[in-house]
């Protein structure tokens, strides 16, 4: 069954009428066409729902309409139903019977980068050669845009959410998995304002008592703010990174819309949200993310079944960076959020003098994952995020550069990356065997590529386009799954259609732009 679908804000409206004729092909007449529609040239192969059993060869006429033909005319399918297009490029396309009469006229949007259109119904249309046989960078694009629609539903109050993956897993919203969905995928999105309001959503579902920000809301509103948390945790039960996350996606909105000054001003309505959001994490004497020893709770949700004390790695990268948001943010909006800029600069500084001192190893040349249990672990994601940041000094990237090029079969597999070193294992789990080498604790993810393949880029561009090439590679031949095996003789894998993997993947392609991909 196929989800409800998303979005991307173009510019200029038009609307144009695909005619189809049974046995005569297709017409597209031109109506009140404006602007971009000289410029999205439709000519070529449009395939359905990804699926090469259903193409249609688009030909533009000397009028400028289109025709089109295919062995195949009527839409086979049943889709969930698709909201109204806010700021794209209306499409009708009318289908009639064989007697000539109108059968069924359907709503669609052209999408901003001319190859996908959106049909109301759910019907998604890839332009190009069949996907099967695209460029790794085409094949990337075009996937990453079908499961960002395919990965949606709708909540009981009508507002569509996205889910970390399709088919569905994980059932409702995910504050981390919805940044990188929006904001990692914010290029492909079918509808800007839809994805706005599902981060609305989860926004809404602060907790009043204590700030604390949701790690998912189901569709019927439920709320989850901490994956674990001791019976002695009365308040502020959280995942860690709720709250830098929840950062971090408002700035994407903001950032992501045309129009600046609403960008800002949907920064402006949440920013004391955010602040007592940010106010309820736990930060130690010197400035870093904390999980207390007697609670031990969730740093980092892509390691929520491991269990972290003392300082955090991680989360403290992703504070400094939710930080930096706030203080460029805050300066860009001015007035009464000005006093913010201080405030959270005076964070982020905290954390850039704290560390290197309370988590770099030098003679491995890696940041370690924490302070406390774990504090005898690399951090193989946390390093290269904190390095992607520009966090580490020169010598530090140095070294962790080399350690990656020297290290990777104890780090990568078919261009995912393993949270710990091979053959490590993390010391204590919430459950299950540490020994027992998947999930978290032996797989092997492309969630991290966006920072780890983007650091590697800024020290040898020909290595980390070789990762990122066998990363899409195995997606094309294994699924583009939440985690892996390695598959012989495990072949254990994670959630199918995984959001997070597909849209990190295809951020840090458009990123480094590999030359012959």
């Not at 609307?15 to 109506?31: D, E, K, M, R, Y």
């Amino acid at each position: 069954s196929c989800k409800t679908k998303m979005a991307v804000a173009v510019v200029v409206a038009f609307a144009v009428v695909l005619s189809l004729v049974q046995g005569q092909g297709a017409t597209v007449h031109n109506g009140s066409s404006r602007g971009h529609m000289d410029s999205c040239d439709l000519s070529g192969l449009w395939t359905f729902d990804l699926n090469n059993f259903y193409s249609y060869n688009f030909t533009k006429n000397s009028n400028g309409s289109y025709s089109f033909t295919s062995d195949y005319f009527n839409d086979p399918w049943t889709h969930a139903l698709m909201t109204a297009p806010d700021m794209s490029q209306h499409v009708t396309f009318d289908f009639y019977k064989e007697d000539g009469n109108l059968d069924a006229s359907k709503q669609a949007i052209i999408h901003s980068t001319c190859k996908f259109i959106d049909v109301e119904d759910g019907g998604f249309y890839a332009s190009g050669v069949p996907v099967s046989m695209q460029s790794r960078e085409d094949w990337m694009t075009t996937l990453t845009a079908f499961l960002l629609r395919r990965a949606r539903i709708k909540a009981a109050d009508g507002t569509v959410l996205l889910t970390p993956g399709y088919p569905t897993h994980y059932n409702g919203q995910w504050m981390r998995d919805g940044f990188y969905g929006i904001g990692n995928g914010m290029p492909l999105l079918a509808n800007f304002t839809e994805m706005a309001s599902s981060a609305e959503f989860m926004l809404r579902h602060q907790n009043p008592k204590d700030g604390v920000f949701p790690v998912m809301v189901s569709p019927d509103g439920t709320s989850r703010y901490g994956t674990q948390c001791n019976n002695l945790l009365e308040n502020r039960c959280q995942d860690l990174d709720n709250a830098p996350f929840a950062v971090k996606l408002v700035a994407a909105i903001a950032d992501g819309n045309p129009n600046k000054q609403q960008g800002l001003a949907f920064f402006a309505k949440y920013a004391r949200n955010l602040t007592a959001g940010m106010n309820a994490v736990f930060i130690s004497q010197r400035g870093l993310v904390m999980s207390p020893f007697n609670a031990s709770i969730v740093g980092y949700g892509f390691a929520d079944s491991v269990v972290k004390s003392g300082e955090v790695l991680y989360t403290s990268a992703l504070y400094w960076e939710a930080c930096n948001h706030i203080v460029r943010l805050a300066n860009l909006s001015g007035g009464d959020l000005l006093p913010l800029v201080k405030d959270f600069q005076q964070r982020a500084d905290a954390i850039q003098a704290s560390i290197s001192t309370a988590f770099w190893d030098d003679k491995i040349g890696m940041f370690r994952a924490a302070t406390g249990i774990e504090s005898d672990h690399v951090d193989v994601w946390g390093s290269a995020l904190v390095g992607n940041l520009g966090l580490a000094s020169q010598t530090q990237e140095d070294a962790m550069y080399q350690y990656f090029s020297t290290q990777q079969d104890k780090v990568f597999f078919q261009g995912q990356v393993r949270e710990i070193p091979k053959p490590e294992h993390w010391d204590k789990l919430v459950y299950g065997d540490p020994r027992d080498l998947k999930y978290q604790n032996g797989g092997y993810w492309a969630t991290p590529n966006d920072h780890v393949i983007g650091f590697l880029a800024t020290h040898n561009m020909s290595f980390a386009c070789n990762i990122l090439a066998q990363n899409i590679d195995s997606f094309r031949g294994y699924g583009i799954n939440e985690w892996i095996g390695p598959f012989w003789p495990n072949t254990n894998t994670g959630a199918p259609g995984y959001i997070a993997s597909a849209a990190n993947t295809y951020s840090v392609m458009r990123k480094i732009k590999c030359p012959n991909l």
